[in-house]
T-cell receptor, first 113, second 117 residues
Framework: GAGVSQSPSNKVTEKGKDVELRCDPISGHTALYWYRQRLGQGLEFLIYFQGNSAPDKSGLPSDRFSAERTGESVSTLTIQRTQQEDSAVYLC???????????FGPGTRLTVL | AQSVTQPDIHITVSEGASLELRCNYSYGATPYLFWYVQSPGQGLQLLLKYFSGDTLVQGIKGFEAEFKRSQSSFNLRKPSVHWSDAAEYFCAVGLPYSGAGSYQLTFGKGTKLSVIP
């Protein structure tokens, strides 16, 4: 079956613009995660969705960041009024349930000029 | 809060040589432990994981890792490195986070492996 897919693969935007990143998890995976990977850094947890439960937003770095998930399918991560420090690779992962192996997508490389 | 330390930022080994990548974690209890590999331009791939039981874990691509509770370590090893192993390796700790019903992985900053032919 298909793995986790993300789009776009690359996004270049101007400071102050809004961007929307998309993640398609593996079908049937109830858990979905967003991470941020800055250059030379490890992955930083952003947000976690589990089924129809309220998401854990505790990792979002500011109120400019938000994410939604429709049921147990597609998720979008939105960054409003982008800043240069938002430049990073944004990775999405999904897993069957909360404690199972997380499968990662290829990421979206965001560059804010 | 839990933390993961990978002390080596960059390691260079010759092809055919043995490899050990270090990982230490900080947490009161035994967490779930993972090693992921990230090749250039690609997403992360799980190499192996430890949940409980036998402390020596076998993974894909000939990798293994040993959990040592007394040292809070989960070092990754390979007896003979291949040129295709050149990549970045991340150790991660999985724990329930910020209350019931939530879970996340905490990653180390990674170790970049270069392989000399």
């Amino acid at each position: 079956g298909a793995g986790v897919s993300q789009s776009p693969s690359n996004k270049v935007t101007e400071k102050g613009k809004d961007v929307e990143l998309r993640c398609d998890p593996i079908s049937g995976h109830t858990a979905l995660y967003w991470y941020r990977q800055r250059l030379g850094q490890g992955l930083e947890f952003l947000i976690y969705f589990q089924g129809n439960s309220a998401p854990d937003k505790s990792g979002l770095p500011s109120d400019r960041f938000s994410a939604e998930r429709t049921g147990e399918s597609v998720s979008t991560l939105t960054i409003q009024r982008t800043q240069q420090e938002d430049s990073a690779v944004y990775l999405c992962a999904s897993s069957e349930t909360m404690y199972n192996e997380q499968f990662f997508g290829p990421g979206t490389r965001l560059t804010v000029l | 809060a839990q933390s993961v330390t990978q002390p080596d930022i960059h390691i260079t080994v010759s092809e055919g040589a043995s490899l050990e990548l270090r990982c230490n974690y900080s947490y009161g209890a035994t967490p779930y432990l993972f090693w992921y590999v990230q090749s250039p331009g690609q997403g992360l791939q799980l190499l192996l994981k430890y949940f409980s039981g036998d402390t020596l874990v076998q993974g894909i691509k000939g990798f293994e890792a040993e959990f040592k509770r007394s040292q809070s370590s989960f070092n990754l090893r390979k007896p003979s490195v291949h040129w295709s192993d050149a990549a970045e390796y991340f150790c991660a700790v999985g724990l329930p986070y910020s209350g019931a019903g939530s879970y996340q992985l905490t990653f180390g900053k990674g170790t970049k492996l270069s392989v000399i032919p």
